[in-house]
């Protein structure tokens, strides 16, 4: 018995619409409507079903993005894509390059329909030719915004995934942090490190991105100071080396680092805890 269209594309819409919006519940609504908008079709009768889910939800993920714009304007601080946690590198090994933290932060710094049709373009492979049907543009438009959109994202700027030395990296980092030492913690700090914390509203972080290896030095070392009583385990995050810090078996933070040459170029904390649902629980995406 073949599968169900809808059902055979679901991890693919999941990961379309996590790229585009940044959290899993909204992919998860994103695919909702997108088999709200395939039975009303009549959806068995579609010939090329992937295609027309595909466009359904892309559409849907433009709206949401336009929609939340203003939302993202009165955010209290940065805004942090969710994380996807993996315990070990063996398990994220399956998750695409496309899906590390850093990255879907770049992401961010498209425009929507930018952020759409490179996604559709460099990540799932889709002709321009569809692209251009889904976005309302022509294929030689979307073109060129890819490749607009692929200078901004110029590869030195993009995150590679977490090999061994950027785990130990991060392991390093930790120790000196948990021994308050501020020249060891700002050794394995590139020069002009940028530290991104995302709190929402409910958590305590800070309300801009922390830039230099002195000053992310200090601000980590007084946030060690304080998270004593957390327990501290590696973990790769969306690919990326990283961590988790929990309290009682309650996750608090999710960390990841970029790094370059064996120093730390970038890291992020995501505290938010309508965030943090899905740690331990590797998503069904592609």
Same mark, same amino acid.
């Given at each position: 018995?073949s599968?169900?269209?809808?059902?055979? #594309?679901?991890?693919?819409?999941?990961?379309?619409a996590?790229?585009?919006?940044g959290?899993?519940?909204? @992919?998860d609504?994103? *695919?909702?409507d997108t088999?709200?908008?395939?039975q009303?079709?009549?959806?068995?009768?579609?010939?090329n079903?992937?295609?027309?889910l595909?466009?359904?939800?892309?559409r849907l993920c433009?709206?949401?993005?336009?929609? #939340?714009a203003? *939302?993202r304007e009165?955010?209290?601080?940065?805004?942090?894509?969710?994380?996807?946690?993996?315990d070990g $590198?063996?398990?994220?090994a399956?998750?695409?390059?496309?899906? +590390?933290l850093?990255?879907?932060v770049?992401?961010?710094?498209?425009?929507p329909?930018?952020?759409?049709?490179?996604?559709? @373009?460099?990540?799932?492979?889709?002709p321009?030719?569809?692209?251009?049907?889904t976005?309302?543009r022509?294929?030689?438009?979307?073109?060129?915004? *890819?490749?607009?959109?692929?200078? /901004?994202?110029?590869p030195?700027?993009q995150p590679?995934? =977490?090999?061994a #030395?950027?785990r130990?990296?991060?392991?390093g980092?930790?120790? =000196?942090?948990?021994?308050g030492d501020?020249?060891?913690?700002? @050794?394995?700090l590139?020069?002009q490190?940028?530290?991104?914390?995302?709190?929402?509203?409910?958590?305590?972080a800070? /309300?801009? $991105?922390?830039?230099?290896?002195?000053k992310v030095a /200090?601000?980590? +070392?007084?946030?060690?100071?304080?998270?004593r009583?957390?327990? +501290?385990?590696?973990?790769?995050?969306?690919g990326? =080396?990283?961590a988790?810090?929990?309290?009682?078996?309650?996750?608090?933070?999710?960390?990841a680092?970029?790094?370059e040459?064996?120093?730390?170029?970038?890291?992020?904390?995501?505290?938010? $805890?309508d965030k943090?649902t899905?740690?331990?629980?590797?998503p069904?995406?592609?």
């Amino acid at each position: 018995m073949s599968q169900d269209p809808f059902e055979a #594309a679901r991890p693919r819409i999941r990961g379309l619409a996590y790229r585009m919006l940044g959290t899993l519940a909204d @992919a998860d609504d994103v *695919a909702q409507d997108t088999w709200l908008r395939w039975q009303a079709a009549g959806g068995a009768h579609i010939a090329n079903a992937e295609a027309w889910l595909v466009t359904a939800a892309t559409r849907l993920c433009l709206d949401r993005l336009r929609s #939340a714009a203003r *939302a993202r304007e009165a955010y209290p601080g940065p805004w942090l894509p969710e994380p996807i946690v993996s315990d070990g $590198p063996e398990e994220a090994a399956e998750l695409a390059d496309s899906l +590390t933290l850093g990255f879907l932060v770049l992401l961010d710094q498209l425009a929507p329909v930018e952020r759409a049709v490179f996604v559709l @373009a460099d990540v799932f492979e889709v002709p321009y030719a569809e692209i251009a049907a889904t976005v309302g543009r022509s294929p030689a438009a979307c073109r060129q915004i *890819a490749s607009r959109a692929r200078r /901004r994202l110029q590869p030195g700027k993009q995150p590679s995934r =977490a090999a061994a #030395a950027d785990r130990e990296l991060v392991a390093g980092l930790l120790r =000196a942090l948990a021994s308050g030492d501020v020249n060891e913690v700002v @050794a394995r700090l590139a020069p002009q490190v940028v530290c991104i914390t995302d709190g929402g509203p409910s958590r305590r972080a800070a /309300r801009r $991105p922390v830039a230099g290896s002195a000053k992310v030095a /200090r601000l980590l +070392t007084s946030v060690a100071r304080r998270s004593r009583h957390l327990a +501290t385990r590696p973990a790769v995050v969306g690919g990326s =080396a990283g961590a988790v810090l929990s309290a009682d078996g309650t996750v608090e933070q999710v960390m990841a680092v970029t790094s370059e040459s064996g120093i730390i170029t970038s890291i992020y904390f995501v505290g938010n $805890p309508d965030k943090l649902t899905s740690v331990g629980h590797p998503p069904l995406i592609e």
